[in-house]
């Protein structure tokens, strides 16, 4: 009962300074997140052209190209100096193991992604590089395994349209989250950055039920220092990621 008069506690009204301000976060700096952070991250990660959420959207939609994007443009975007060899080490492995099967098709038909991380294991060994394998074994072949399961479910194997489906259909976004965060390596912030692009590509904002935007809502220290200028509440600054994102939202 107690959470339940929580939740229905009415929401304290923003100042008229504070909404403008959420306006212009929303309209035009939000244009500007696309067109200068969105876009040309996806376009560096995977060394071609993205230049429009058309063009992203289309990725998302592939199975092959949708798992690399994962890999390349959110699993291991941090991993320092290793990070040039590490994704050309992924992207030699990904190709290296669907030819093995005869293709896109046939490397999702696999029962597991254990092949995949074998070739990539000995591209690590051969270049000698560290293998990292409590780092690295269960992003790369978790994803695959995953992609390969959607395959088996719906016939297609892409993650972004995978996870664009669920929100189409039943406007819900959680049952993704929780399954892309089982992945060992596959943080919470990651999978709430890649269903957020994925969310704006397909234009799905609007379906999202407003209890599962909070894993849309990926906190980093930039939005932590907004929401604390912005946000009537207080202690933000100490507040979990979680729980900032669901003020967030609330608002």
């Not at 699993?75 to 030699?92: I, Q, T």
């Amino acid at each position: 009962m107690d959470s339940y008069r929580r939740e229905r506690q009415p929401v304290p009204q923003l100042t008229p300074a504070v909404q403008t301000a959420f306006n212009v976060l929303a309209g035009a700096y939000a244009d500007k997140q696309v067109e200068q952070v969105l876009l040309p991250r996806a376009a560096e990660a995977m060394g071609e052209p993205i230049e429009s959420l058309a063009d992203l959207k289309k990725i998302l939609e592939d199975p092959f190209q949708s798992l690399r994007l994962f890999l390349v443009n959110y699993a291991f975007s941090r991993r320092g100096k290793d990070k040039p060899m590490l994704l050309s080490h992924v992207n030699e492995a990904l190709t290296t193991f669907c030819e093995q099967h005869g293709g896109v098709e046939g490397a999702l038909e696999q029962e597991s992604g254990d092949g995949l991380w074998e070739i990539f294991k000995s591209l690590r060994e051969r270049d000698r590089r560290k293998l990292g394998e409590t780092q690295n074994r269960g992003v790369l072949q978790g994803l695959m395994e995953l992609a390969q399961e959607t395959h088996q479910d719906t016939g297609n194997g892409a993650l972004g349209r995978w996870a664009a489906e669920l929100v189409e259909l039943e406007g819900s976004i959680e049952p993704t989250f929780e399954r892309l965060v089982d992945i060992r390596g596959v943080g919470p912030k990651n999978a709430s950055t890649f269903l957020r692009d994925v969310v704006y590509a397909f234009d799905l904002e609007s379906r999202v039920k407003g209890v599962d935007r909070i894993h849309i809502m990926p906190v980093d220290r930039s939005m932590r220092k907004t929401a604390r200028l912005l946000l009537p509440e207080p202690g933000l600054e100490k507040s979990p990621d979680w729980i900032l994102a669901g003020k967030i939202c609330k608002y």
